[in-house]
C-alpha cells in the first residue's frame, strides 16, 4: 500500500474539528458579551447581579488582553532570547521530583494555601447562607439526630435551604459533605475540611496527570503544580462550601480510572466509590462529570479489548458505589419521602430541577438564558482561574483553533472541563460566589489545559509562526506574572470581619438568647413552618406587600379558619411593579404597597424593626436547640410567641440580641429590657406573633 500524499495527510478528521470547534466556543465564551443577552425583566435579580458582574468581568479580560498582548509583542519583538525555553528548563527541574513525592508536595501547597485563606481571609467563619445552613445540619448529626425536633414554634429555628420533615429540622442538602463537616466539627474545626479537600483534590490530580501524559512528564508535573496554586480553586476551598469536597473526589475518578485502565479491573471499585461519593456530594455534577471522566477513560481500550475487559470494570465500578448509593437513598427517604427525592425538590419543588422552565424564584431559563449564563460563567472563569488579566480560556481556545500539536491525553481533560459547562447549562442556577463556584469541580482540568496549551503554542514545532510563537510565551509568562500580584489582592478583598460569636456567649448559661431579625425573615419563617413550600414563601414576600403576607401567615398559624386573606402567588421574576421597598432600618427594607395604611399588628412588626436587626443564620449553627445545648439562639417572634418558646427551656434565662447601631458590635441586653425596646413591653401586649 502506497503512502498516503501530504494532501491526504492534512485533511482534518472528526477530532479535529470537535476540537477547533470547542476553541472557536472558548474564544467566543472569553470575548463576546454573551450575558447582555440576560433580561432582568425575565430573570429578576438572579439575572440584574450576574450581568453586571459578567460586565465587570468581561472589561477586565477586554482590556487585560490588550495590555497584555500589546506587551508580549514588543517582549518578542525587542528580547532575543526564548521564554519558552526558560520554562521548559524550569519544569524540567519538577520532573526529576518522583511522582510520588511530587504529588505529597502539591497536596501539601494546596492545603497550606487553602487553610491560610481560611483563617487569614475567612477567619475560619462561614461566607455564605449555605454553608451556615450545612453546618447547622453538620452540628445536628453530632447531637445523634439525622433531623432536628424543634421545641416550641419552629418559626424560632427556621431559616433558609432548610425545611421541616416529619422527623424534625433538616437541610436540603445531600449527606456527605455534612457528614464531613460534622468529622471536622467533632475534631475542633470544621473550617480544615475545605483545605483537606483541596490538598487531597491536588495530590491525586497530580497522580493523574502523570498517568494521562506519560509521554509528557515536564507537563505533567507543571500541570499539578498550578492545579494545587491556582487562585480561584485556592479561594473557594477557604470556605465550608461541598465543591472543593466534590472536586477532590472528581480527581479520585480520574486516577482510580487511569489505575483500572492500566493496572487491573480491582480499580474500578475503588473508580465506583469514588462516584458514589461524589454524587453523595453534588449529585448532578457528580453523575455528569463521572460518566464522562470513565468513559472518556475507558472507552478507546474497552473498543480494543472488548466485552470482557468492560464487563469487570463495569462490575467492580458497582460494587464500590453501591455503599455510596445506599447512604444517598437512605438519606433521601429517612428525611424526604422517597428515596429518589432530593432535599431540594422537597423544599422548593419540582421548579428546583434541571432543564428550561421558570426556576423556583419565577425567573425564566430558557436556552437564550443558558446561553447567556454559560457565557457569564466562562467569562468570569476565565479572568478568576488565575486571577490573570488575559482569560486563561482565551490560551486555550487559542492553542485548539490554531491546531497545534497537543499530547496524547489532552481528550479527557478537555472532556472533563466541558463537562462541567455543559452540565451546569442544563440547570437554572449559575452562582458567582468568589467565582462561577459551579464550575469549580473542573479546574484542575483547566488548570492542566492552560499549561498544555501554553507549552504547545510556545514550542518550537508548533507550525505557528516564530513571532507569533514567541508571543504566545510571553503572553503566558506574563499572565503567571499578573496572577502572582493580583491573587493576594483579590482575596483581601473578601476578608471578613469579626465573628458574631462573642456577644452570644455574653448571655453565659443556661439561656435562650433571642435574636431580632427583619420582619420579612420573621415573616418568612412562619410560613415555611406553617407548611409552605420554600418557592411558594419566596413568590409570596416578592409579589405581596409585606403586611398581607404577614396576615396571612397568622391565617395559617390559626389553622386556616375563615376567608384567607388574598395572596399573589403566581410565579414571576422580580417584585410585583405595584409595590415598593419602604426602610425601616439600615438595610433593612420591607415591600408595602404605597398609601396603603398598616393595621396595628402590621405598625408593631415594622416599628420594632426601627433599631436594627440581627439576622438568624450566622448564630443559629453555632448555638442550635440540640438536646442539652447551655445556650440555645432563637428568633424573635414577639413577646407572647418568645412566652410560648421559653416554655420548653425551664431554667433558661431569657437574653434579646440586638443590633449595636451603625459601626458597633451586636450586644446582648436583659430580655425585659430588650422587650421593652422592641415591642414597648415583654407581656400582655397582642400582636407580635401572640
Not at 498517568?211 to 487562585?231: K, N, T
Not at 480527581?251 to 466509590?273: F, I, N, Q, S, Y
Request: aromatic share 6%; with cysteine; hydrophobic share 50%.
Amino acid at each position: 500500500m502506497s503512502a498516503p500524499s501530504p494532501s491526504q495527510r492534512s485533511l482534518p478528521t472528526p477530532v479535529d474539528a470537535m476540537r477547533g470547534l470547542a476553541g472557536a466556543a472558548l474564544l467566543v465564551a472569553a470575548y463576546a458579551p454573551l450575558h447582555r443577552l440576560l433580561d432582568p425583566a425575565r430573570t429578576g435579580l438572579a439575572g440584574s447581579a450576574t450581568r453586571a458582574s459578567a460586565e465587570a468581568a468581561w472589561t477586565l479580560g477586554a482590556w487585560g488582553t490588550v495590555v497584555v498582548a500589546g506587551l508580549a509583542v514588543a517582549a518578542a519583538v525587542l528580547v532575543r532570547s526564548d521564554p519558552a525555553s526558560w520554562g521548559a528548563r524550569a519544569a524540567r527541574r519538577l520532573a526529576l521530583v518522583p511522582a510520588g513525592l511530587f504529588a505529597a508536595g502539591a497536596a501539601g501547597t494546596a492545603f497550606v494555601l487553602s487553610a491560610g485563606v481560611a483563617r487569614g481571609v475567612f477567619l475560619g467563619e462561614p461566607t455564605s447562607v449555605d454553608e451556615m445552613v450545612q453546618l447547622l445540619h453538620a452540628r445536628v448529626l453530632l447531637s445523634g439526630n439525622c433531623a432536628l425536633p424543634l421545641p416550641g414554634d419552629a418559626a424560632a429555628w427556621m431559616v433558609q435551604n432548610s425545611l421541616l420533615t416529619p422527623r424534625g429540622w433538616a437541610s436540603v442538602y445531600p449527606p456527605l459533605h455534612t457528614l464531613l463537616l460534622a468529622g471536622g466539627m467533632a475534631l475542633g474545626g470544621s473550617w480544615l475540611v475545605g483545605p483537606m479537600a483541596a490538598g487531597t483534590g491536588a495530590g491525586l490530580a497530580s497522580l493523574a496527570f502523570v498517568r494521562l501524559l506519560p509521554e509528557r512528564p515536564v507537563l505533567a508535573r507543571a500541570a499539578g503544580a498550578l492545579a494545587a496554586v491556582a487562585p480561584f480553586g485556592v479561594l473557594l476551598a477557604g470556605t465550608h462550601l461541598s465543591h472543593a469536597t466534590a472536586a477532590a473526589f472528581a480527581a479520585l475518578v480520574l486516577w482510580a480510572a487511569l489505575k483500572a485502565r492500566d493496572e487491573g479491573a480491582g480499580w474500578g471499585a475503588a473508580a465506583g466509590a469514588a462516584t458514589g461519593a461524589f454524587v453523595c456530594t453534588r449529585p448532578w455534577t457528580g453523575m455528569v462529570l463521572s460518566t464522562v471522566l470513565l468513559a472518556s477513560v475507558w472507552g478507546p481500550p474497552a473498543l480494543r479489548r472488548g466485552i470482557a475487559w468492560t464487563a469487570r470494570r463495569g462490575a467492580a465500578l458497582a460494587a464500590g458505589g453501591a455503599p455510596f448509593a445506599l447512604l444517598l437513598l437512605g438519606w433521601n427517604h429517612l428525611l424526604f419521602g422517597s428515596p429518589l427525592r432530593l432535599g431540594y425538590e422537597a423544599a422548593f419543588g419540582p421548579a428546583h430541577g434541571l432543564g428550561f422552565h421558570r426556576d423556583p424564584w419565577g425567573n425564566a431559563y430558557g436556552v437564550r438564558e443558558a446561553l447567556a449564563y454559560t457565557g457569564s460563567d466562562l467569562t468570569h472563569l476565565g479572568v478568576t482561574l488565575l486571577e490573570s488579566p488575559l482569560p486563561a480560556l482565551a490560551l486555550v481556545g487559542l492553542a485548539l483553533v490554531a491546531a497545534v500539536r497537543l499530547p496524547a491525553g489532552w481528550g479527557p481533560l478537555l472532556a472533563w472541563a466541558l463537562a462541567g459547562v455543559g452540565a451546569n447549562a442544563a440547570y437554572w442556577h449559575h452562582g458567582i460566589h468568589l467565582g462561577p463556584r459551579m464550575l469549580y469541580e473542573t479546574i484542575p482540568a483547566w488548570a492542566a489545559l492552560w499549561v498544555v496549551s501554553a507549552a504547545a503554542l510556545g514550542e518550537p514545532s508548533s507550525r505557528l509562526p516564530p513571532l507569533l510563537r514567541r508571543g504566545a510565551a510571553w503572553a503566558a509568562l506574563l499572565s503567571l506574572a499578573g496572577a502572582a500580584v493580583l491573587a493576594p489582592a483579590r482575596a483581601l478583598e473578601y476578608r471578613s470581619g469579626a465573628p458574631p460569636a462573642p456577644a452570644v456567649q455574653a448571655a453565659g448559661s443556661p439561656a435562650v438568647v433571642f435574636a431580632h431579625g427583619s420582619w420579612a425573615s420573621r415573616v418568612s419563617a412562619r410560613l415555611a413552618a406553617a407548611g409552605m413550600r420554600r418557592d411558594s414563601v419566596e413568590t409570596a414576600l416578592r409579589r405581596n406587600d409585606l403586611c398581607t403576607a404577614d396576615a396571612y401567615a397568622r391565617w395559617r398559624e390559626a389553622g386556616a379558619a375563615g376567608e384567607a386573606p388574598p395572596l399573589d402567588l403566581r410565579p414571576a421574576p422580580g417584585p410585583a411593579p405595584h409595590l415598593r421597598p419602604e426602610l425601616l432600618s439600615q438595610g433593612n427594607a420591607a415591600l408595602l404597597r404605597p398609601g396603603m395604611p398598616l393595621g396595628d399588628a402590621c405598625l408593631r412588626e415594622a416599628r420594632s424593626d426601627r433599631l436594627g436587626t440581627v439576622e438568624l443564620e450566622p448564630l443559629l449553627w453555632r448555638r442550635p436547640p440540640v438536646p442539652g445545648a447551655p445556650v440555645v439562639v432563637a428568633r424573635d417572634l414577639g413577646p407572647a410567641a418568645n412566652a410560648k418558646i421559653l416554655l420548653g427551656f425551664p431554667g433558661a434565662t431569657p437574653w434579646v440580641l440586638v443590633d449595636g447601631g451603625p459601626g458597633a458590635p451586636w450586644r446582648v441586653v436583659p430580655y425585659a429590657e430588650g422587650m421593652e425596646m422592641l415591642w414597648g413591653g415583654a407581656a400582655g401586649v397582642s400582636g407580635g406573633g401572640g
